[in-house]
């Protein structure tokens, strides 16, 4: 079971409508990974922003 919920916007898909399937699988499996590990190795936090 996930440590988190991710949630993802409907206009995040729409943006992804036109990305290969391939890269597609991809981006949405490491999506899904941050529920299991919200801060992956190599991740920044984004400057002026909270979180």
């Keep these: 079971m996930a440590a988190y919920n991710v949630f993802v916007e409907k206009a995040?898909?729409?943006q992804l409508k036109n990305v290969p399937e391939k890269?597609?699988?991809?981006?949405?499996?490491?999506?899904?990974?941050?529920?299991?590990?919200?801060?992956?190795?190599?991740?920044?936090?984004?400057?002026g922003r909270p979180g």
């Design 23 to 47: 890269d597609y699988q991809k981006i949405m499996a490491s999506i899904a990974g941050l529920a299991n590990n919200p801060r992956p190795v190599g991740c920044k936090k984004l400057k």
């Design 12 to 14: 995040v898909f729409k």
